[in-house]
C-alpha cells in the first residue's frame, strides 16, 4: 500500500509523520454477514434511499403541476435550479446523516465505484444496491399513495431520454456525471487527505451534494439526470411506462462506466494505489472495453 509522509510544524520545527492507507476491504467478505453493523448499515440505507426519492420526486411533480399550460398558473415552479438545489441539498443532508453508519452512499453508482477500489466487500456492494433500489421503490411508492392523480399525470419523476437526443448522447450524459460525482465522492473521503484536515471529514457531505446539484443543472434537459440507478429504477418500477423502462438501460449502463472511471482515475492516477489481488483491473479493463464496444454498436 502507499505510503506517505506529511511535514506537520510543532512549535517552529518540522517532523515527518508517517501515513498509512487502510487495508483494502474483503473481496467477498462473507464474515459480514455475522454482524449487526452490517444489517443496520442496510437499513441505514433503505431509509435515506427512500426519503431521497420521495422528497425529489414530490418536488419534480410539483414543478410539473405549477408549470402546466392547461392549468393557466402564473407560477413559474421551483423550475430546474429548484429541482437541482432539492436533489444536491437531500443528498448533503443525507450523507451527513448515515456517513457514519453506512458511508452514506445513497447510490449504487458509488457503491460499485468504492467496491472496485476495494472500500467495500462484493457482499456489501451487493447488498447496499439491493436496499437502496428497494428504498427507492418504497418512496416513489409514498409519493404515488399521497398524489396518485399527479404521479400518474405529470411522469412520476421518471428518467427518460428527452426528445431531440440520441442515445449516445443521453448515455455520454450519464457517464460524466456520475464520474463527476464519483470522483467527488473519493477525493471528499480520502483517508489520506483525512489525516492532513481535520476539517475534511465534517465538510465532507457539502462537496458531494454539491456535485450532485451542479451535475442535475447540466443533464436535467438531456436525461432528467439519473447518476443513481436506484432513483431511475425506482421511478420506473412505480411509474411503469414504457418509455421509462426502454431508457432505463442507460441509468444503468452509464452510471457504472462513469463511476469505474472515477474510480481508476483517482486510485491510479491521482493515488497510485494497486490492489492485493492480481489482474483485477485488468479484467475489468477487458469487460469495460468489451461493453463500451457493445454500447457503440446499439448507437
Known amino acids: 500500500m502507499a505510503n506517505d509522509a506529511e511535514i506537520v510544524e510543532q512549535g517552529g520545527e518540522f517532523s515527518a509523520k508517517d501515513y498509512h492507507d487502510p487495508p483494502p476491504a474483503p473481496l467477498i467478505g462473507a464474515e459480514e454477514l455475522t454482524k449487526w453493523s452490517f444489517y443496520r448499515a442496510l437499513i441505514a440505507e433503505f431509509i435515506a434511499t427512500l426519503l431521497f426519492l420521495y422528497v425529489t420526486v414530490l418536488t419534480v411533480i410539483g414543478y410539473n403541476v405549477q408549470t402546466d399550460p392547461v392549468k393557466n398558473s402564473e407560477c413559474g415552479g421551483v423550475g430546474f ?4 438545489w432539492a436533489f444536491g441539498g437531500m443528498i448533503f443532508i443525507l450523507v451527513y446523516c448515515t456517513a457514519g453508519i453506512s458511508g452514506g452512499h445513497i447510490n449504487p453508482a458509488v457503491t460499485f465505484g468504492l467496491f472496485l477500489a476495494r472500500k467495500v466487500s462484493l ?4 447488498m447496499y ?3 437502496q433500489c428497494l428504498g427507492a421503490i418504497c418512496g416513489c411508492g409514498l409519493v404515488k399513495a ?4 399527479y404521479y400518474n399525470k405529470y411522469g412520476g ?6 426528445n431531440g437526443y440520441n442515445t449516445g448522447t443521453g448515455l455520454g450524459a450519464e457517464i460524466i456525471g456520475t464520474f463527476v460525482l464519483v470522483y467527488t465522492v473519493f477525493s471528499a473521503t480520502d483517508p489520506k487527505r483525512n489525516a492532513r484536515d481535520s476539517h475534511v471529514p465534517v465538510l465532507a457531505p457539502l462537496p458531494i451534494g454539491f456535485a450532485v446539484f451542479v451535475v442535475h443543472l447540466a443533464t436535467i434537459p438531456i436525461t432528467g439526470t439519473g447518476i443513481n440507478p436506484a432513483r431511475s429504477f425506482g421511478a420506473a418500477v412505480i411509474y411503469n411506462q414504457e418509455k421509462a423502462w426502454d431508457d432505463q438501460w442507460i441509468f444503468w449502463v452509464g452510471p457504472f462506466i462513469g463511476a469505474a ?3 481508476f482515475y483517482h486510485q491510479y492516477i491521482l493515488r497510485g494505489n494497486k490492489t492485493d489481488s492480481s489482474g483485477y483491473w485488468e479484467v475489468f479493463s477487458n469487460f469495460l472495453a468489451q461493453m463500451l464496444e457493445f454500447i457503440g454498436n446499439l448507437v
Not at 457482499?123 to 451487493?126: F, Y
Open 129 to 131: 444496491m439491493v436496499a
Open 146 to 149: 399521497f398524489q396518485k392523480t
Open 157 to 162: 419523476g421518471a428518467n427518460q431520454l428527452s
Open 123 to 126: 457482499i456489501r456492494a451487493i
Open 81 to 84: 435550479l429548484g429541482i437541482a
Open 261 to 263: 472511471i472515477a474510480a
